[in-house]
C-alpha cells in the first residue's frame, strides 16, 4: 500500500540551530500539506502545495520557516533558527487532486522535534 | 467560533462497549468529513471518510453524518484494547482540510 515518507523521524536540536525535514507523497499525489502538531491538539496547518506551486502558508511564520517542493513531488521544510516553541511533531500529508477530487488526506508518520 | 469542535475527552471504556465520538462544525460548505486514528507519536491514519450525510460502515466501525445539524459522529462496536488512541475528526472543502482536536479514547481490558 503506497505511503507518505518522512524523515527523519526524530530530531533534537539545540535552539538557534537549523533543522529541515523531508517529505515524499504518495505517487501521483499533487497536494502536499505541511501540518504542526502539538501534544493534545489537532494539526495546524503550515502549507499547502499544489505540485509546485504555495497554495496557502498563511500560518508559516515566514521569518524563520521555508518550505519548497521544486519539481512537485517531494518536499522540504526548514526552520532556521530554531526556538524552543518549536518543539512538535511535523506532519506531511498528501492528497489526490487539489481540484476537486477525492478530497482525502493521507498523513506520514511525522517528524518529532525537540528544541533544546 | 472553531470551525470544528470536539470533545477532548478522555474517554475511558471497558472492552466490549460501543463507543460514540463526536464532533460539530459551522461551515456549511463542508463536503467530505474523515475520522482518523493517531497512536501516541504516531501520524494520524486514515480510518474512514464520507461524502455526503448518512451512515457508512467498516467492520466495527459507523461514520455517521448528519449535515443538517452540522454533526458527525464514530461509532466503535465491541470496542477493543487496540482502539485505544486518539481519534481527530476532519472536515474539508475545496480542498483545505479543518480538524477537530481529538478525542483520547482508552479501552480497559
Not at chain 2, 57 to 66: C, S
Amino acid at each position: 500500500e503506497a505511503e507518505v515518507a518522512q524523515s527523519p523521524r526524530y530530531k533534537i536540536t539545540e535552539k538557534s540551530q537549523a533543522v529541515a525535514f523531508w517529505c515524499d507523497p504518495i505517487s501521483g499525489h499533487a497536494t502536499l500539506y505541511w501540518y504542526r502538531q502539538i501534544l493534545g491538539q489537532g494539526p495546524e496547518l503550515l502549507v499547502q502545495f499544489q505540485d509546485e506551486s504555495v497554495v496557502d502558508d498563511s500560518q508559516l511564520p515566514k521569518d524563520r520557516f521555508s518550505a519548497e517542493r521544486l519539481k512537485g513531488v517531494d518536499s522540504t521544510l526548514k526552520i532556521q533558527p530554531a526556538e524552543l516553541g518549536d518543539s512538535a511533531m511535523y506532519l506531511c500529508a498528501s492528497s489526490l487532486d487539489g481540484r476537486g477530487h477525492t478530497d482525502t488526506q493521507y498523513f506520514g508518520p511525522g517528524t518529532r522535534l525537540t528544541v533544546l | 467560533q472553531k470551525e470544528v469542535e470536539q470533545d477532548p475527552g478522555p474517554l475511558s471504556v471497558p472492552e466490549g462497549a460501543i463507543v460514540s465520538l463526536n464532533c460539530t462544525y459551522s461551515n456549511s460548505a463542508f463536503q467530505y468529513f474523515m475520522w482518523y486514528r493517531q497512536y501516541s507519536r504516531k501520524g494520524p491514519e486514515l480510518l474512514m471518510y464520507t461524502y455526503s450525510s448518512g451512515n457508512k460502515e467498516d467492520g466495527r466501525f459507523t461514520a455517521q453524518v448528519d449535515k443538517s445539524s452540522k454533526y458527525i459522529s464514530l461509532f466503535i462496536r465491541d470496542s477493543q484494547p487496540s482502539d485505544s488512541a486518539t481519534y481527530l475528526c476532519a472536515m474539508s472543502a475545496r480542498n483545505q482540510f479543518y480538524f477537530g482536536t481529538g478525542t483520547s479514547l482508552t479501552v480497559i481490558p
